[in-house]
């Protein structure tokens, strides 16, 4: 984490007199190196900073929101929201296109507060380690929940990288990714992913931005999820 470090230079003048010793009557004191003590906010201020749904360019609808609802009692340090974007394409147009599902186009702002700088910054270098595996070409594997459902695997291929957005540190991931059935079949449109996550101070933000990987919204989802983390940084300021 990169620390501001001020240093104050003070020229000491001696004077001496005229037939006598030098005088430090007056003289300037040498102030102390200081660094700045890193950003400590809290839980409150987190959920504060939380955009409304008209504060994410294409948002529909908010469709969850912590606190506020059973699950986020586990993560008590934790505020988050989602909100659905408004389609690139109806159902009817998706199923016409691709012959399959695609799941609605989101983002997610996600930020907690930690115990201190150290422990933010480890949380963001281990989700990034998780992130490994869906650098180059990846596949995960669904799985059967029951009968009649399972859940999604996905395959495609991804990037992570380093990011810097002021005084803020972290990593962007991106995945261009379809979704697949537990025997390996294509079972969605094709989706970008891209993941935003820093720190600075005790705190850790996190955006996720999920679209349709259409020729008309090429891009949107990086510039979406950027343009809504440097807002949410921007409000704790």
Request: hydrophobic content about 35%; aromatic content about 4%; charged content about 25%.
């Amino acid at each position: 984490m990169t620390r501001l470090v001020v240093t104050l230079a003070v020229t000491l003048a001696v004077l001496a007199g005229c037939g006598g010793s030098a005088s430090d009557e007056g003289a300037p004191q040498r102030a102390a190196a200081t660094t700045a003590a890193p950003a400590v906010r809290t839980v409150a201020e987190l959920e504060a900073a939380l955009p409304r749904t008209n504060q994410v360019p294409g948002g529909d609808e908010k469709v969850f929101s912590c606190p506020g609802e059973e699950s986020c009692r586990a993560h008590p340090d934790r505020v988050s929201v989602g909100v659905q974007l408004e389609p690139s394409l109806t159902d009817e147009q998706v199923k016409k296109r691709y012959g399959v599902y695609v799941l609605p186009e989101n983002l997610q702002v996600t930020a907690e507060a930690w115990k201190d700088e150290s422990a933010a910054e480890q949380a963001v270098a281990d989700a990034r380690a998780e992130q490994r595996r869906f650098v180059g070409r990846f596949a995960t594997k669904g799985k059967d929940t029951s009968d009649t459902s399972y859940t999604f695997g996905s395959k495609g291929v991804g990037t992570v990288d380093d990011l810097t957005m002021g005084e803020w540190e972290g990593y962007v991931g991106r995945r261009e990714e379809v979704l697949t059935n537990p025997d390996g079949d294509t079972d969605s449109a094709p989706v970008v992913s891209i993941t935003l996550h820093v720190s600075n101070g005790n705190t850790t933000v996190q955006v996720v931005a999920s679209v349709l990987d259409d020729e008309a919204r090429a891009g949107d989802a990086e510039a979406l999820a950027r343009q809504v983390a440097e807002e949410y940084i921007g409000r704790l300021a």
